[in-house]
């Protein structure tokens, strides 16, 4: 059978990314997103040869039934699911957009899946804010602590997709990746935002002092997982991805002020920490090292230089464009 796969959320960082490795392995790509492309700067599958990509814009809450006829003319065999509402912080706002996005119109779009005869592999991209902040790393297992609308909304939606497995036999894997980072991320995220800083003068606020403290994996190392997952992991398993270094934020924006050649002190603002904020998050990654053979091959700090460079070569561009997050409901 011809793989077809269906990239949901190809406008996302992540998606573009695994968009892009999906192509240079010949794959041709159904890509959905309920925006516009944005600017090519901040769509890796747009960096290549991309004649295998095909892009609608669909949005899950409103434009569900044009998905599925879309899905049923291509004879959809692997789903990737990358969309969400995204934004901790901003989700105490406005919760109840995040659950119609994270929850309602996901259930929507399970509920049309399982009857599709062409499915052969769902894999819902999930994250680890669903566990709450952790003492050391967890595993799979780990039982659910949410503590945001957020975490929620998406602890809610694997629930669901658990029960859909257990009684319908849906093809579902999750994966759940610590902090993701590389060329071509959004300008509100902490690794873009402070090498923008460096290079235009800029501060950047740390709330609670930049203490708390995260795994950054790089986006090459993701999408590989991703396809792997994909393409051979096991129905009804999650699998975490993650690196080997846990740093705190006020490392990572000191760490990146040195590769700029920047005293941190000019770019550091310390600011109150935000509500519901986790301390800490470290993932046990023993799974898909030992049952799929993945291994992150990007060491941080090359990793931190490369990200840099991104910004570097595209500077100009970059500091005209601005660096808030703009909510969509």
């Not at 009684?167 to 991320?185: D, K, L």
């Amino acid at each position: 059978m011809t793989e077809r796969f269906l990239v949901i959320g190809s406008n996302s960082f992540t998606g573009s990314h695994f968009v892009r490795h999906l192509l240079d392995r010949g794959h041709e790509v159904l890509g959905v997103s309920r925006s516009e492309e944005p600017e090519p700067l901040f769509l890796a599958h747009r960096w290549g040869d991309d004649r295998g990509f095909q892009f609608h814009r669909i949005d899950l809450n409103h434009d569900l039934e044009r998905l599925v006829d879309l899905v049923n003319r291509q004879g959809t065999t692997h789903v990737v699911n990358f969309a969400g509402q995204g934004m901790v912080a901003q989700s105490w706002e406005r919760p109840e957009d995040w659950y119609r996005t994270n929850v309602l119109a996901q259930v929507g779009l399970h509920e049309h899946l399982r009857r599709l005869s062409t499915l052969v592999s769902y894999l819902h991209v999930s994250t680890p804010e669903v566990y709450g902040s952790t003492n050391g790393p967890v595993n799979e297992q780990a039982p659910f602590a949410p503590t945001t609308p957020y975490a929620v909304s998406r602890a809610a939606c694997d629930l669901h997709l658990r029960t859909f497995c257990e009684t319908h036999g849906f093809p579902v894997t999750w994966t759940r990746a610590s902090n993701v980072y590389g060329p071509g991320q959004q300008l509100y995220r902490i690794i873009p935002r402070a090498a923008l800083g460096c290079r235009l003068g800029r501060t950047l606020p740390l709330h609670g002092g930049g203490t708390s403290e995260r795994n950054f994996v790089h986006v090459e190392d993701v999408v590989s997982a991703t396809y792997l997952v994909a393409t051979r992991g096991r129905v009804g398993t999650a699998y975490h991805v993650a690196g080997t270094e846990v740093v705190s934020i006020r490392d990572l924006v000191e760490r990146i002020c040195s590769l700029a050649g920047v005293d941190p002190e000019e770019v550091i603002q310390l600011a109150d920490e935000r509500v519901g904020k986790d301390q800490r998050y470290e993932l046990e990654t023993g799974r898909i090292r030992s049952e799929l053979g993945w291994a992150d091959g990007v060491r941080l700090e090359d990793g931190l230089a490369g990200t840099l460079r991104w910004v570097d070569e595209n500077l100009e561009v970059l500091g005209a464009l601005p660096l808030d997050y703009v909510h969509k409901a």
